[in-house]
């Protein structure tokens, strides 16, 4: 088994996609075995009246320990690139958060009903990921530090790592050794396709935002160069969603 191990720790492929599969997988985890394990009683216990409590702070935990596993696989050199992603990571995330703000702006009142109303993303983004079930200071701290680590290292980490890392280079050479080309090759496939999966990646209602922020995920990994720099832009965006969901109370945006 450690020989085995030892074995797949040297696969730089299995190092940029299993991470993003480990994830996904506590994603559907959470989704169906959540609504298996859901019991709205007085006497059910916190993991039960809150499963997303339960396999959120699982799934944090679990790929930190795959991303140690293979963190020797990924470039991470400093540049000067990365000040650029971070400023991407703020315009970007500002374009997500405008349909919902303009909700609020407009005086409007409802969810969006059909799939084309939800494409909009104008809607009140109330109903989601709620650190403030627990009332035991320990426990709604543990569980929103947790929910941050996991937004903004984890998400950040995993799908930058995969999406940029990985995808975009094996769709410009998936019969040779895609590993050398170089990363943030420009071409119109690995665009297409990636920014399409990118979008696909998330709830309808959020695929307006998705697709202006993966076009400019995108012409940060081609203008820069650097995976680090997409890495920075990602956790910006992820930390200024969880701030602006905290502080409006729009918890459904994370």
């Not at 909700?103 to 009903?113: K, L």
């Not at 903004?152 to 019969?175: N, S």
């Not at 995976?227 to 956790?235: D, E, K, S, T, Y």
């Amino acid at each position: 088994m450690k020989d085995q191990l030892r074995i797949w720790r040297e696969d730089r492929t299995l190092a940029h996609v299993v991470p993003f599969a480990a994830f996904m997988i506590f994603n559907l985890l959470s989704q169906f075995g959540g609504e298996a394990l859901l019991w709205e009683h007085d006497d059910a216990p916190w993991y039960r009246h809150w499963p997303e409590h339960l396999f959120y702070p699982l799934q944090t935990v679990v790929c930190l320990g795959v991303l140690a596993f293979f963190w020797k696989h990924y470039d991470f050199r400093w540049s000067g690139g990365v000040w650029i992603g971070a400023a991407a990571g703020f315009l970007g995330i500002a374009f997500w958060l405008l349909p919902t703000t303009l909700y609020d702006w407009w005086g409007m009142t409802g969810e969006p009903e059909g799939f084309f109303d939800k494409l909009t993303g104008l809607a009140p983004r109330k109903e989601g990921f709620d650190p403030g079930v627990f009332e035991e200071p320990m426990a709604y701290w543990t569980t929103l530090v947790l929910r941050f680590v996991r937004a903004v290292v984890v998400v950040a980490l995993i799908e930058e790592i995969f999406w940029r890392g990985f995808l975009m280079r094996f769709l410009l050479d998936r019969d040779g050794d895609y590993w050398k080309v170089p990363f943030g090759k420009p071409a119109w496939v690995s665009f297409g396709v990636v920014t399409l999966l990118f979008v696909l990646a998330h709830a309808p209602i959020d695929y307006a935002g998705a697709l202006v922020y993966g076009t400019l995920t995108y012409g940060v990994a081609v203008w820069t160069k650097s995976l680090l720099a997409c890495v920075v832009m990602h956790g910006v965006a992820n930390a200024t969603m969880g701030g602006y969901a905290l502080a409006y109370g729009k918890l459904g945006l994370w």
